[in-house]
C-alpha cells in the first residue's frame, strides 16, 4: 500500500497557543499557523484564555505552544495557561495528540532551550507525541542572518530578534523556519490520525 493512499486526505484541525508581550512571538505564531493551516489563540496579558479556546484546543489534532523567553523560560502568562491545563491532563484530554512549539528571544541564546524544553515536557505530561525539526542548521562561515534555521535547533524553531527591534524587523529566516515547521507538525498529524 503506498503512503499516500494511507494518509487521511482530512484538513488537520491544528491550534498555535501562544503568549506575545511585544508582537514578536505573535509574529512567529502566525507563521506558524500559516505553514499548519492553524487557528491561533492569544494567551491574554494576564495568562488566560476564553472558553472557546479550550474548546478548540480540546477539539485539535495538533497543539502547537508559543512564548516568549524571558529569564530563561517561558512568559509567567505561559506557565499560567499550561497551570490551567491540568484539569486538561487529569481528564486526559490531550493524550495523543501531536505537540510543537516555538519560541523568540532579543539575545542569540537567551536560554530559549529551557524554554522549549518546557514546552516538550509540558506535551509529555499531557500523553503527547512532540514533532522535532527537519531543517539542518545554518552553520557555516557563510551562513546569514536571515537562513532557515540559524538558530540551530533541533526540538522546535527558535528566533532571534534584537530588543529594539519591532516584529516586523524579524528575521525572514526565523519566519519561514517556523512556516515549514507548522507545515512539518500538519503533516505529521495526518499521518497518525485514525483513519
Known amino acids: 500500500m503506498s503512503t499516500a493512499s494511507t494518509v487521511s486526505s482530512a484538513p488537520i484541525n491544528a491550534v498555535v497557543v501562544y503568549h506575545s508581550g511585544y508582537g ?22 494576564e495568562g488566560n484564555v476564553n472558553e472557546a479556546a479550550w474548546q478548540a484546543l480540546a477539539g485539535a489534532d495538533a497543539i502547537l505552544f508559543g512564548s516568549p523567553t524571558y529569564m530563561g523560560g517561558p512568559s509567567w502568562q505561559f506557565k499560567k495557561f499550561a497551570d490551567a491545563s ?5 481528564e486526559r484530554g490531550w493524550q495523543n495528540k501531536i505537540f510543537g512549539g516555538f519560541t523568540n528571544s532579543a539575545s542569540l541564546n537567551g536560554d530559549k532551550l529551557n524554554t522549549l524544553e518546557y514546552f516538550f515536557l509540558l506535551a509529555g505530561q499531557h500523553g503527547g507525541i512532540w514533532v522535532s525539526m527537519d531543517i539542518k542548521p545554518a ?55 485514525p483513519r
Request: charged residues 25%.
Open 86 to 90: 491540568s484539569k486538561v491532563w487529569f
Open 24 to 45: 514578536h512571538t505573535r509574529r512567529m505564531a502566525t507563521a506558524v499557523a500559516e505553514g499548519a493551516g492553524a487557528e491561533l489563540v492569544a494567551i491574554d496579558a
Open 139 to 193: 552553520n557555516l562561515k557563510a551562513s546569514l542572518r536571515d537562513d532557515l534555521n540559524r538558530m540551530g535547533s533541533y526540538i522546535a524553531p527558535m528566533a532571534q530578534t534584537p530588543g529594539d527591534a519591532s516584529p516586523e524587523e524579524m528575521s525572514p529566516g526565523d519566519l519561514e523556519t517556523a512556516r515549514r515547521y507548522g507545515a512539518r507538525v500538519a503533516l505529521v498529524a495526518g499521518r497518525m490520525r
